[in-house]
């Protein structure tokens, strides 16, 4: 059974930067798209971004463009995926979870102070 673990979140000032990790595990064999979304309490969850299973297709919520990207980890390109957040707002604070194959992590909190 595959899991998804998310990490990395935490508070930070408005204009600051976060790097968030997902890390897939148990059963995994070989890459997948994998997907970024977040939610905010009484909100639906929303995209933020995707990245094909070869790292070399992502898209990103016109929201975080400019802002976000989205990456495998180089040393970990399998089972590792990562979000890099820069110029924060305070709009971005949400609970941020990783999703792949109908799978979803238990998600990490990111606060935005202004």
């Given at each position: 059974?595959?899991?998804?673990?998310?990490?990395?979140?935490?508070?930070?000032?408005?204009?600051?930067?976060?790097?968030?990790?997902?890390?897939?595990?148990?059963?995994?064999?070989?890459?997948?798209?994998?997907?970024?979304?977040?939610?905010?309490?009484?909100?639906?969850?929303?995209?933020?971004?995707?990245?094909?299973?070869?790292?070399?297709?992502?898209?990103?919520?016109?929201?975080?463009?400019?802002?976000?990207?989205?990456?495998?980890d180089s040393a970990n390109a399998d089972n590792t995926v990562v979000l890099h957040m820069s110029?924060?707002?305070?709009?971005?604070?949400?609970?941020?979870?990783?999703?792949?194959?109908?799978?979803?992590?238990?998600?990490?909190?990111?606060?935005?102070?202004?």
């Open positions: 059974q595959v899991q998804l673990v998310e990490s990395g979140g935490g508070l930070v000032r408005v204009g600051g930067s976060l790097t968030l990790s997902c890390v897939a595990s148990g059963g995994t064999s070989g890459r997948f798209g994998m997907n970024w979304f977040r939610q905010t309490p009484g909100k639906r969850r929303e995209f933020v971004a995707s990245i094909n299973s070869d790292g070399g297709s992502t898209l990103l919520a016109d929201s975080v463009k400019g802002r976000f990207t989205i990456s495998r110029n924060l707002k305070p709009e971005d604070t949400a609970v941020y979870y990783c999703n792949t194959s109908g799978l979803w992590g238990q998600g990490t909190q990111v606060t935005v102070s202004s």
